[in-house]
Nanobody
Framework: QVQLVVSGGGLVQAGASLRLSCVVSGRTFSSDAMGWFRQAPGKEREFVAAISRGSWNIYYSDSVKGRFTISRDNAKNMVSLQMNSLKPEDTAVYYC????????????????WGQGTQVTVSS
């Protein structure tokens, strides 16, 4: 059974930092590209960041570039998203996703999704 367990969300003030983690089980994690997506109320799910199997390729959305950092630890089956300088517009439910294709911004290329964690940034 494949599981992606997301943790690390919370309520913070603008300018603060949070670190999200996603632990994967039931799959060969080192064979998966991993992605982070988010969905704000009333909006469609959007791409945040992606990282290839060996961390060779990393992508960010323009809205988070320079503030967020995606990383992975294949020994721990974990992908993380370090979020700095948070803004109210970063408020959303954040999801991690795993897929066997290359790292991509396309949500349809990911096969498995975590349960999501709420990030709320107050002004």
């Amino acid at each position: 059974q494949v599981q992606l367990v997301v943790s690390g969300g919370g309520l913070v003030q603008a300018g603060a930092s949070l670190r999200l983690s996603c632990v994967v089980s039931g799959r060969t994690f080192s064979s998966d590209a991993m992605g982070w997506f988010r969905q704000a109320p009333g909006k469609e799910r959007e791409f945040v960041a992606a990282i290839s199997r060996g961390s060779w390729n990393i992508y960010y959305s323009d809205s988070v570039k320079g503030r967020f950092t995606i990383s992975r630890d294949n020994a721990k089956n974990m992908v993380s998203l370090q979020m700095n300088s948070l803004k109210p517009e970063d408020t959303a439910v954040y999801y991690c996703a795993a897929g066997r294709s290359t790292a991509t911004m396309r949500s349809g290329n990911y096969d498995y999704w975590g349960q999501g964690t709420q990030v709320t940034v107050s002004s």
